[in-house]
């Protein structure tokens, strides 16, 4: 299995996970604040960006294994939404080979159900999922605008999402579809009280597709988490808030490097 991992920076690894229908080429220049303290490892998810498609990695579990042999022993993960997820789920199956998890605009369940509020409604999700086969790119872009709803700049931050997506190309439907199932059937929840690495929680306060509430909760559950809510922000605050959202991860990885408790 190749997958893209684009690596530069000097000092701590750093691992980037994208979130549905992205690449790694997405973050944005704040990261060139972090090449002087961190090496980054700017991962393409399969059959995003320059990651060819591969069928091992349908389901969460499989994506955890086509991301674990590019994640160097004692690295942080940095993931966003679906990227979150497999954070998380990489923490649970390979607790020893993480330090540290930055969770930016993630949870551990995606949808709304009869005990779980802070999520899109499944109708939303199976409109994107019927919307992939009749036209893909349209159905991606109307997810780039769920994303930016909400934000102090939506304008700009859909321009950045959208010119961030073009610039690898199309992301392959069959990862969109899978990241979909995904999206629709995992449940993380019970699981969080097993994952002891310390973790930053970043949520947007006015995100509209992991909403703030989702964040409370995931921070509540996990043992070693510290939660910060971006009150002008949507569900892409690095984008949005790149200075505030980089003083955080930069301040939670001067911690975690010190062996503090951030």
Do not use: K
Not at 86 to 108: G, I, S
Not at 146 to 164: F, H, K, V
Not at 187 to 207: F, M, N, S, T
Not at 208 to 230: F, N, Q, W
Request: hydrophobic letters at 45%.
């Amino acid at each position: 299995m190749t997958i893209q991992v684009e690596i530069r920076g000097r000092g701590p690894d750093l691992v980037l996970l994208h979130g549905w229908a992205m690449h790694g080429g997405m973050w944005g220049p704040w990261l060139d604040e972090l090449v002087d303290e961190a090496r980054l490892h700017i991962v393409d998810l399969p059959g995003h960006g320059h990651s060819p498609w591969v069928t091992e990695a349908d389901g969460l579990a499989g994506l955890v294994e086509a991301v674990v042999p590019l994640v160097p022993r004692g690295a942080a993960v940095l993931g966003w939404s679906l990227g979150g997820m497999v954070a998380l789920d990489l923490a649970r199956r390979y607790p020893r080979r993480l330090r540290a998890l930055v969770l930016a605009a993630t949870t551990p369940r995606f949808l709304t159900g009869p005990d779980w509020e802070h999520g899109l409604e499944p109708a939303v999700l199976a409109g994107f999922a019927s919307g992939l086969e009749a036209d893909c790119l349209r159905t991606v872009q109307s997810f780039l605008s769920l994303q930016a709803r909400g934000d102090e700049y939506p304008a700009a931050t859909l321009r950045a999402l959208r010119s961030q997506l073009a610039s690898h190309g199309e992301p392959d439907r069959r990862a969109l579809a899978a990241g979909l199932d995904i999206l629709r059937s995992v449940d993380l929840r019970r699981e969080l009280p097993h994952i002891a690495h310390p973790a930053l929680v970043i949520a947007g306060a006015h995100d509209s597709v992991t909403p703030p509430g989702a964040a409370r909760e995931l921070a509540a559950g996990l043992p070693c988490s510290r939660l910060r809510i971006m009150e002008r922000s949507g569900h892409a605050p690095f984008l949005s808030h790149p200075d505030h959202f980089l003083a955080e991860v930069r301040g939670f990885l001067s911690c975690q490097a010190q062996g503090r408790v951030a």
